[in-house]
């Protein structure tokens, strides 16, 4: 583009311009520069979440995180967000792409609860 077509594009004086940029400094960082990799953090470690579940209560962990949790907390395990009740049986894994990674054989932290599915019910119709 020549200077003149720029000049051109440019608004007058207050009145706003769709296609100038804002000032530097005050800069809005979008999601894609601001350092995420679209995955999510862990309530307990704050990292980005290795083997990630929710809770019913809608909290997200690391599954390594939250089996520390209940074998710290084994009386009457509670959300440790929250404090709402909260068990092995009611998290829900999260799956998504490239999060296939090797876990070390040697570990002691039990594989995460599978999904639960629930078959639709014949004869149902979704509205």
């Given at each position: 583009m020549s200077e003149s077509s720029r000049d051109n594009a440019k608004s007058e004086p207050g009145e706003p311009s769709s296609s100038q940029c804002p000032p530097e400094g005050n800069e809005v960082p979008?999601?894609?520069?601001?350092?995420?990799?679209?995955?999510?953090?862990?309530?307990?470690?704050?990292?980005?979440?290795?083997?990630?579940?929710?809770?019913?209560?809608?909290?997200?962990?690391?599954?390594?995180?939250?089996h520390q949790w209940f074998e710290t907390v084994r009386s009457r395990p509670s959300c440790p967000v929250c404090k709402a009740a909260i068990s092995r049986d009611s998290v829900i894994p999260l799956y998504g792409r490239g999060g296939d990674h090797k876990t070390d054989p040697r570990s002691k932290i039990p594989p995460r609860p599978p999904g639960q599915r629930t078959e639709p019910q014949q004869g149902s119709r979704v509205s």
């Open positions: 979008s999601s894609s520069t601001s350092g995420t990799t679209g995955s999510f953090e862990c309530n307990i470690c704050l990292e980005s979440a290795k083997d990630a579940v929710v809770s019913r209560c809608g909290h997200l962990f690391c599954w390594p995180c939250l």
